[in-house]
């Protein structure tokens, strides 16, 4: 009797999880070996046409620049600086050590792409939600600086790994080192760590020293901000850095880094053009937002005014204390910059204290408390009390310690009366007065207690003399600008300012009314130094313990901003923005608009009815309320010595706030 045949039973059925699992490991491997094959396929042909190292080593890098004037004089001529060529050989084991420390520790270990700093770099960038760390080798820089632009594009990464690996193929790790080191960018113009050390320290290269070294090393990063150059101590700070990553990798003991201090270290006093060099360092710094072009020579043409410059050069040096800075800030109407000064002295210090230092502005700022009050509907006609007043535990004093009674806000602000500059802003909010100047285009930190109102938040004279410069267009938006054109050597333009108009800040009628109060102030009150002999507004302002002097004021066609102080901020005895800096104003705008005929200043709205009609642009109001400091609670106004809310020290108060 045969037997049935037998049935094998059916293989079990996967889950559709397992299947779709296995589907996309296989599509991930032949994607990634698809991935795989065009690297090698690209590194191949990048390593094919890599010119020969003789050729790398003659061809030149840097680009020319000219910046030039408003007449087209030229004001500063800058290019690229080279040195001997250093073999590796002759590289001192100090730049070479630190170099590899600072800027790829794996150098020696990577085929020219390292991994670890890719996936490091990418995790810090997603977890600060910007690119802040780049991750590339020496190679990758190396194939950047050669053979690529520094845009920063997923296509341009890719570019930049691929002739990496081929420069791996190609050339040994020293010579790749060796390229890197003569044709790297250490600012000021130096290429190469050769042009570096004669540039910085006055020798050769063959004689840095460690210290040296490491502030060489230091540059790569951002020549522009560490160079000595720019910023002695920002390269000394970054050394530091260096020597302690030398020291952690095992190039130096702690030793040895201890001993190479770079504060000892003596830099070369740079020969520069002093006056208009604020300026030009202002506007090539504005140049790579500007336009994309890393190679070709370019000409910068501005808006700066020699005869101006010069004038505010002088004004300046005739009248800062003895001790202290000074800067000046002027601009047109349609915020073309005519005159900077950030200094006494450039070549001593090229720090721009008209752009980047922020100090307290006293009562210059109560150009915003006015504003507010006139946008709430108030006039300079207004009558208001000069009385004691108590906000918590701080009640606000006039500078002479007296109060006048009743005055119009007009001789109010000529005044610059304390008391009624605080209950103003506490009757239109304290919170409005702080948007106010964000519409103006403070953008600084703005504390937003009573303080404020008498200019205890920090400000740079550029944005205050923005603001200044917005009244005087009558209330449309006078941003500072420099550059008008930017064109090749070959006369390709690369950028032309539009000659559009600002944006609506205030309505003219606001515009108008601060005009007649600021005009009070040089006519009867604490601006009288400033007077000119033609129709000028303006106001002062003085820190406690005169730390801090300012002028700032107008004509129908130029608005200037002065301020004079200490960068460490100790008092100067007898600075008082209605003394030097007033006087500083005036001697620079008796010559700047002098031989023009006087015009009479804006305080009339003419032809509407209704002047309240132009409205504010939307996107004046700036920054959110929420960048600065924030209160919660309601201010109220009032002698009432039990309200400890907010709990405001009067002394601490009365020393950093004063007229």
């Known amino acids: 009797m045969s037997r049935p045949p037998s049935r094998r039973s059916p293989a079990p059925q996967r889950s559709f999880p397992a299947r779709l699992l296995t589907g996309v490991l296989q599509a991930g491997l032949v994607v990634g070996l698809m991935g795989l094959i065009a690297l090698v396929i690209g590194v191949a042909i990048s390593y094919a046409g890599l010119p020969d190292y003789d050729t790398l080593q003659r061809s030149p890098n840097g680009q020319s620049i000219e910046v030039r004037a408003a007449d087209n004089s030229v004001l500063v001529s800058l290019g690229p600086s080279y040195g001997e060529w250093m073999p590796h050989e002759a590289i001192p084991d100090s730049m070479k050590n630190a170099i590899v420390a600072i800027e790829d520790k794996r150098f020696r270990m990577h085929p020219g792409v390292d991994p670890i700093g890719m996936s490091r770099s990418f995790v810090a960038n997603m977890q600060s939600g910007r690119k802040g760390q780049g991750g590339s080798t ?188 000074g800067a000046l800030l002027a601009v047109a109407r349609d915020g073309s910059v005519k005159a900077m000064v950030g200094g006494r002295d450039y070549v001593r210090s090229n720090y721009n204290r008209a752009v980047t230092a922020r100090r307290q502005p006293g009562s210059a700022f109560k150009l915003f408390v006015y504003a507010a009050a006139f946008e709430a509907g108030l006039t300079p006609e207004d009558v208001v009390e000069d009385k004691p007043i108590t906000i918590g535990t701080w009640s606000p004093r006039n500078f002479n310690r007296r109060f006048l009674g009743p005055l119009t806000l007009r001789q109010a602000f000529a005044q610059s009366t304390n008391t009624v500059a605080v209950a103003l802003a506490a009757q239109v909010g304290f919170d409005a007065v702080a948007d106010m100047a964000r519409r103006f285009g403070i953008t600084t930190p703005i504390d937003r207690r009573p303080a404020m109102a008498l200019g205890a938040s920090d400000v740079t004279l550029m944005e205050l003399t ?194």
């Open 138 to 325: 020496i190679t990758q820089q190396l194939a950047r600086n050669l053979f690529l632009t520094s845009t920063k594009t997923f296509a341009r990464k890719g570019r930049e790994i691929i002739l990496a690996l081929a420069l791996e193929r190609k050339f040994s790790k020293d010579a790749i080192l060796e390229l890197y080191l003569n044709r790297a960018y250490f600012g000021g113009g130096a290429y190469g760590i050769d042009a570096a050390s004669r540039k910085f320290f006055g020798h050769p290269a063959t004689r840095l020293s460690t210290a040296e070294a490491a502030i060489i090393a230091g540059l790569v990063q951002a020549p522009s901000r560490y160079a000595p150059s720019a910023n002695a101590d920002a390269a000394r700070r970054r050394a530091r850095t260096v020597l302690a990553v030398m020291v952690n990798t095992g190039a130096l003991s702690a030793a040895e880094a201890e001993a190479a201090d770079p504060l000892s270290v003596p830099f070369v006093g740079q020969s520069r053009q002093a006056g208009a060099r604020w300026f030009t360092d202002w506007v090539i710094g504005q140049l790579d937002e500007l336009i994309d072009e890393p190679f070709a020579p370019l000409q910068v043409r501005t808006t700066l005014d020699p005869r101006l410059q010069a004038a505010a050069e002088a004004a300046i040096a005739a009248e800062a204390p003895k001790g202290s800075e």
């Open 466 to 659: 923005q603001s200044y410069a917005t009244v005087a267009n009558n209330g449309t938006e006078a941003r500072p600008f420099g550059i008008t054109r930017v064109s090749t050597g070959d006369g390709a333009i690369l950028y032309e300012r539009d000659n559009e108009s600002g944006r609506v800040v205030v309505a003219p009628v606001i515009a108008a009314r601060l005009t007649q109060v600021m005009q009070a102030a040089v006519e009867s009150g604490t601006g009288r130094a400033a007077q000119i002999g033609r129709p000028l507004a303006g106001k002062t302002g003085t820190t406690s313990s005169s730390k801090d002097g300012w002028f700032l004021g107008f004509t129908t066609s130029l608005t200037t901003g002065v301020w004079m102080g200490r960068d460490d901020a100790r008092a100067v005895p007898g600075l008082g923005g209605g003394l030097a800096p007033a006087r500083a104003f005036a001697q620079f705008m008796a010559r700047a608009v002098g031989g023009t005929p006087p015009e009479a200043l804006n305080t009339e709205i003419i032809g509407s009815d209704d002047p309240y009609l132009i409205e504010p642009d939307a996107e004046v109001y700036g920054l959110s309320p929420e960048d600065a400091p924030y209160q919660t609670e309601p201010y109220e106004v009032a002698p009432d010595p039990a309200l400890d809310n907010p709990r405001l020290d009067s002394e601490w108060l009365e020393r950093a706030v004063n007229q």
